[in-house]
């Protein structure tokens, strides 16, 4: 029997998920404009020089300059494929358990460069769940949210996908950067409204009404009994009756 080397399996899963991330970031931070604004980390988990920054750490960097007010603002730190039971692990015993690590290490990372922390966990046919302070959560707080000891765990996509870049920018980023953020994507944003509006006039052309036609029936049986009746020029038997009186 074959052996399975899990480490490189669960190594090469991560990676997928990474990339996959930075794509869905990327295209959510432009509007839908471009999907390798961010990417993963050559150095995932570690440190790197890149374009815009002086060091970085977590998993996502920045490849484009509209990219680099999020990165200066905010750390990603993503895990994929652990078991379900860690958060309950948390919930339970927090710092010592796996969640917990995870968060010392990425949290004081990122605040020794003043960044915010965010700790994402991807399972299996689950949506991902997010760990963060509760009082830096953008945007109104999600539904579905746990506490213990500060840290809000959360489902990711009720407080990042579905709300507007701009908003969580204003709510993330420090003025510098959302300065930077709002000259990049001015033109990104330009480009939505025009598509939105050309879809949106589209779609009133194919719903307006069409101008009615009325098409008049004639019953030609009808119009026959009429002209023979009196309303048209005499029939022959009309003419017959004539002459006998």
């Not at 190594?11 to 990417?39: P, V």
């Not at 010592?96 to 700790?119: H, M």
């Amino acid at each position: 029997m074959p052996k399975v080397n899990v480490g490189k399996r669960a190594k090469t899963k991560g990676s997928n998920y990474e990339r996959d991330f930075a794509k869905r970031l990327s295209s959510w931070w432009t509007y839908g404009q471009l999907q390798d604004a961010f990417w993963r980390t050559s150095l995932s988990g570690g440190k790197a020089t890149i374009s815009g920054s002086d060091v970085h750490v977590g998993d996502i960097c920045a490849l484009r300059p509209i990219a680099v007010p999020l990165e200066n603002c905010v750390v990603f730190e993503l895990k994929r494929g652990y078991n379900k039971s860690i958060i309950l692990d948390w919930l339970l015993l927090g710092a010592t358990s796996l969640i917990g690590q995870w968060w010392e290490k990425g949290y004081s990372q990122a605040t020794a460069l003043n960044r915010k922390f965010i700790l994402i966990v991807k399972h299996d046919q689950s949506p991902e769940i997010a760990f963060m302070l509760e009082d830096q959560i953008p945007g109104n707080p999600p539904r579905r949210l746990l506490h213990n000891g500060g840290i809000a765990c959360f489902v990711l996509e009720e407080v990042l996908w579905h709300q507007d870049p701009l908003t969580v920018a204003n709510l993330l980023l420090d003025p510098k950067n959302l300065k930077g953020y709002e000259k990049e994507s001015r033109r990104f944003r330009s480009s939505m409204m025009i598509k939105s509006t050309r879809k949106s006039s589209k779609v009133t052309s194919i719903a307006s009404p069409q101008k009615k036609v009325t098409v008049k029936k004639v019953d030609v049986g009808k119009e026959r009994l009429s002209k023979e009746s009196g309303g048209g020029p005499s029939s022959p038997s009309r003419r017959r009756l004539s002459a006998k009186q």
